[in-house]
């Protein structure tokens, strides 16, 4: 736990006179104030991150923690437990959703093994792995304190390889049969929110299963008493090895200045927890896509952040990370190549009053 802390306390605020100045500049582009949105925003974010006011998206890795979880002996899952290691060899070969669109677009794939508990044969997935499988949370903690422990810090060990290879954002995929009921219990307890509200819109279970995986949650939360401060209790009682994984790859790369993408419900819940350790680490986090599951938008309401995608997806993996790698990366492009009035000489007095308008002030919290 020490060494965890020393991590955590190495996190320090967004740069704020790189965002003054990315501001300013943004104010000073040959376009109406605030016209484009959301990507201002982002290249904003992106200068207090990195402390440049320009900044290019070039190298992008997709970082999938893999492992399997224990509760699927309560039959909450259509699935077998099998398909975590078959989908993480696939995704090694390109072959799921998330890799055939990284591979579209240029983006690396780093598939994790921190607790798979079949047998298999990739040597290009990366061996990391702390236990075969968590337990069955239902009836026992689904793993050791310390195992969850050893699990954020493999995440931040992850982000810090990403730093020395060079990678200029990172983004934190899943794969593991089961993760979903984990991720939905370890959120009930962040928030004290019911199980039911944070379960749902997963067309692969029937409703008794859905009933099923609410039961197993409600039953677990109550024989554990978890206290919503101490998420490192709740990964370990009721969470996941990929999940304190993920939660270590935030920590890791706000550690690092390394801006990083959250993808679906399952990523957004390990970012919930990276933020409960350290609320500073939020600042570092891109959201992608706003998914369909209902616990998703729990998460984020909790994170305080605004997706800038709806496509309706539901696949985690990193899938989205993907997508909001390119998005990212036009934010940092237009603020590079834009022109500015004066280069494109233009006198933008005319838009003296709209700037004066307060609707249209950047905003340096950080």
Do not use: W
């Not at 190298?59 to 893999?66: D, F, G, S």
């Not at 039961?215 to 009721?238: G, M, Q």
């Not at 790369?253 to 990083?260: G, I, K, M, S, T």
């Not at 603020?335 to 009053?353: Q, V």
Request: glycine share 8%.
């Amino acid at each position: 736990m020490r060494h965890l802390h020393t991590h955590i306390k190495r996190i320090r605020p967004l740069d704020q006179m790189a965002m003054g100045l990315a501001s300013i500049r943004q104010s000073q582009l040959a376009k109406p104030p605030a016209s484009m949105g959301m990507l201002e925003d982002l290249a904003v974010q992106m200068a207090g991150i990195s402390g440049k006011v320009e900044n290019r998206i070039q190298q992008r890795r997709v970082i999938v923690l893999c492992a399997d979880h224990g509760v699927t002996a309560e039959g909450i899952s259509m699935a077998p437990r099998s398909v975590t290691a078959a989908q993480a060899v696939n995704m090694t070969r390109g072959g799921t959703g998330m890799s055939a669109l990284a591979r579209h677009f240029g983006a690396e794939v780093q598939v994790v093994d921190v607790g798979i508990a079949s047998e298999y044969s990739c040597p290009e997935i990366l061996n990391r792995r702390i236990m075969r499988g968590t337990h069955n949370f239902a009836v026992q903690p689904a793993m050791t304190r310390e195992s969850a422990v050893e699990a954020i810090l493999t995440g931040i060990e992850l982000a810090e390889l990403a730093r020395d290879d060079g990678m200029d954002i990172i983004g934190v995929g899943e794969m593991g049969i089961g993760n979903s009921t984990s991720a939905s219990a370890v959120l009930a307890a962040l928030t004290r929110t019911p199980a039911d509200l944070v379960l749902g819109c997963s067309r692969e279970v029937s409703g008794a299963a859905l009933s099923k995986r609410e039961r197993t949650i409600r039953r677990a939360l109550e024989r554990c008493r978890l206290d919503p401060n101490d998420p490192i209790d709740i990964l370990a009682k009721v969470g996941g090895l990929d999940l304190a994984a993920m939660c270590g790859v935030y920590l890791g790369a706000a550690e690092h200045r390394l801006p990083v993408v959250i993808d679906g419900f399952v990523s957004a819940v390990a970012a919930l927890c990276a933020a409960r350790l350290c609320p500073t680490a939020v600042k570092y986090m891109f959201p992608s896509h706003a998914a369909e599951e209902p616990g998703y938008h729990v998460a984020a309401e909790q994170l305080g952040i605004d997706p800038c995608l709806d496509l309706h997806m539901r696949l985690g993996e990193g899938a989205g990370c993907v997508l909001a790698f390119e998005i990212i990366a036009a934010a940092c492009a237009a603020m590079c190549g834009m022109a500015t009035f004066e280069e494109a000489s233009i006198d933008d007095s005319y838009l003296d009053d709209v700037r004066e308008d307060s609707r249209f002030v950047y905003s340096l919290e950080a």
